[in-house]
């Protein structure tokens, strides 16, 4: 398959992310990395942009796609047989339901649901049982939105911090291909 794989601001999850995309390509598939201006355009303690995008280039042949235009070439080319975010923020995840399209993983994101693709998202947001608890709910009752079960972070230090497991995108991706939804959702 052609997978769009969106990478968002989860600084902490973006090593996992990048293991998910090898077990992805091992499995044949072709990767369009996809990438949010954060992650395009800051260095943090994990990753320098560099080192990153040099990261990926060891996964993917394909360019990343870091502007507005590159993504929205996915809508009409229909270029994708699903698309996956991970990480994906709250502020990611709140824009998505609310059809804001202001980067390029948002816009690759509503390109590939335009074409009646599965979207997969492995949510990684401090206020999943906070503020963005709400945006969940409203990911799960979209059509052609899949979720990636997710946990508590740690429950005692963070109380309302999610993130997905990253373990499990690709059996997500799996079912999702079918018009199931993996579960249980929250583990």
Not at 149 to 175: E, F, H, I, Y
Request: charged fraction near 15%; hydrophobic fraction near 45%; charge should be positive.
């Amino acid at each position: 398959m052609h997978i769009g794989f969106g990478l968002t601001g989860s600084f902490c999850t973006l090593a996992a992310a990048l293991d998910t995309m090898r077990r992805l390509t091992a499995r044949g598939h072709t990767l369009q990395p996809v990438a949010s201006y954060h992650v395009d355009q800051l260095d943090t303690r994990f990753f320098a942009r560099d080192e990153l995008y040099a990261r990926i280039a060891g996964i993917t042949p394909l360019p990343v796609w870091n502007t507005i235009p590159q993504a929205e070439t996915a809508g009409p080319a229909d270029c994708f047989d699903a698309m996956i975010i991970a990480p994906c923020t709250g502020n990611t995840l709140a824009k998505l339901v609310r059809g804001i399209t202001d980067t390029p993983t948002l816009m690759a994101a509503k390109a590939t649901l335009r074409n009646g693709k599965p979207l997969v998202l492995a949510v990684c947001t401090n206020d999943g049982l906070a503020i963005n608890a709400q945006n969940i709910g409203r990911a799960c009752a979209l059509r052609n939105v899949y979720l990636v079960p997710m946990r508590q972070d740690d429950a005692a230090k963070k109380p309302t911090s999610l993130v997905a497991d990253m373990g499990q995108v690709v059996a997500a991706l799996d079912v999702a291909m079918a018009g199931l939804q993996l579960q249980p959702i929250l583990v």
